[in-house]
């Protein structure tokens, strides 16, 4: 197959505003009271990598361990085990975040889903260590559910960065 | 003169640096909050900070439930009431013999020269949600040392013990539920007073009965109570039933699975026992041993 890049177009800055809102919506939906239904995608792992691969000047590891760390007290887990699995995620987000965008999206999400199962597959290591239960295969269920959404995702978070369709004829680029 | 890149490139430390920096960070915290429990007041700290967040994100739950409840049609309404009074009269006489009864074993017991039982005090909380850690098996109910919580008190709802509080907070706290790994609860069976202990970790939230000896008097459908010599849950409390009993002749014990009477998805309205307190010791005994029994509780905690 030959690689397609379609003709990117160049994108807005994204504004820091927009970083904080995305970040704090997907802490929020992390936060949700969702019991014990399986498959429940970890939308801030996902958006943290996101911002991870497209603005890595400006999201970094520092902001992945934060988010971890209210995640862990949120959630009531181990202090420092989303912190870790966090920090990790965005330091392998900003290592792929160069060759990322040359693969279409559902190629994008293979990578994700790699990803995420890693973090998933540490966070387990840790819990095993400190003396958890093996939670059961269903476990790993929300990385796929999670990397199944990253098209949409980067469609939804890519919009407010978009210019309008119409070339203007006396722009300098 | 120095060559300096200019600010464009200045990235700052390099990205493994860092990784190197907060995972280091993250796994001082990890073995601080597992082994030494260190880390609670960093944990208090993040928790007051996190709270407004916890709260909204509670807020489509709450609104849910407030439509459901004013569109809950007043048929439906007048007939839980109904059930209710029928219940509340069903037992009205228990409870008004109880209190004869109560002051007739307050008797005896101060004939038999026994220690007296004090009431124990309760707050009514509410369950605010269900923690997402797949790890362990945890609510956070929404009172917390602001009402006077404090970690180990016993929490029940209307049918059965769910647990213990583990982790207070100024707002909320944590309760573990029976059904986690780490806790563990002592038992009597109600219909011969046998005495047992049984443990969380079963699979499909279920309680394991350990130790009991395979020819031991247990029957399927068997109810089990807190036997209340712990000193953390007051005696009598339903706690669970018997489902399965395998005798295995290979196996010097039986292998008991117990399901627990009360459940953490039904309602949302539970009840924080405190801790059973004792009446001081008379002044003659010997002077103060110290006591084994906290650091029992305190591992129980975990």
Not at chain 1, 82 to 105: D, G, K, N, Q, T
Not at chain 1, 157 to 171: H, V
Not at chain 2, 102 to 128: C, G, H, M, T, W
Request: aromatic share 8%; with cysteine; hydrophobic share 50%.
């Amino acid at each position: 197959m030959e690689l397609q890049h379609q003709t990117q177009r160049i994108l807005l800055p994204a504004k820091g505003s927009f970083i904080l809102l995305t970040l704090a919506l997907a802490l929020l939906f992390n936060l949700l009271p969702w019991r014990n239904l399986v498959g429940v995608p970890d939308l801030t792992a996902a958006v943290l990598a996101f911002w991870c691969i497209h603005q890595p000047r400006r999201v970094g590891i520092g902001i992945a361990w934060t988010l971890g760390l209210l995640l862990d007290v949120g959630n009531g887990a181990l202090l420092g085990q989303h912190a870790f699995s966090y920090a990790v995620l965005a330091f392998l987000a900003l290592v792929v975040h160069r060759r990322i965008h040359w693969f279409p999206l559902w190629q994008q999400a293979l990578h994700l889903l790699l990803l995420l199962l890693l973090t998933q597959l540490l966070t387990l290591t840790i819990r095993l260590a400190a003396g958890a239960g093996f939670p059961g295969w269903n476990y790993f269920a929300g990385s796929f559910v999670c990397a199944a959404l990253w098209p949409a995702l980067s469609f939804l978070l890519l919009l407010p960065q978009r210019q309008d369709e119409k070339p203007d004829a006396n722009r300098s680029i | 003169m120095e060559y300096q890149p200019p600010p464009f490139f200045n990235r700052g430390p390099a990205p493994l640096v860092r990784l190197i920096f907060f995972v280091s960070l993250a796994i001082l915290l990890m073995v601080l909050d597992a082994r030494f429990r260190y880390a609670e007041s960093v944990r208090q700290v993040v928790a007051l900070a996190a709270y407004p967040i916890q709260r909204i994100a509670m807020a489509p739950v709450d609104l849910f439930h407030g439509v459901a409840d004013y569109f809950g049609s007043t048929a439906a309404l007048r007939e839980e009431n109904d059930a209710l009074r029928t219940r509340q009269l069903r037992a009205a006489p228990d409870l008004l013999r109880l209190e004869a009864l109560k002051e007739e074993n307050v008797q005896l017991r101060r004939l038999l020269d026994a220690q007296e039982r004090l009431p124990s005090k309760s707050v009514f909380a509410e369950i605010l949600y269900a923690g997402r850690d797949p790890f362990s098996r945890r609510v956070v109910i929404d009172k917390g040392s602001q009402s006077g919580i404090l970690p180990g008190q016993p929490v029940i709802d209307d049918v059965g013990v769910i647990g213990q509080v583990t982790r207070v907070y100024l707002l909320m706290s944590e309760v573990t539920l029976l059904s986690d790994k780490n806790q563990a609860i002592p038992l009597q069976v109600q219909r011969n007073g046998l005495r047992a202990v049984a443990y969380g970790g079963a699979e499909g939230g279920m309680l394991d009965l350990r130790f009991m000896a395979a020819n031991a008097d247990i029957r399927n459908g068997d109810i089990l109570v807190t036997s209340g010599i712990d000193g953390t849950y007051p005696p009598g409390l339903p706690v669970a039933t018997v489902s399965r009993i395998e005798r295995d002749a290979a196996d010097a014990f039986a292998k008991i699975t117990l399901a627990p009477t009360a459940g953490t998805d039904r309602y949302r309205q539970v009840l924080v026992l405190s801790a059973e307190a004792k009446p001081a010791p008379p002044v003659e005994a010997e002077p103060p041993v110290p006591k084994p029994s906290r650091s029992k509780r305190s591992r129980k905690r975990e």
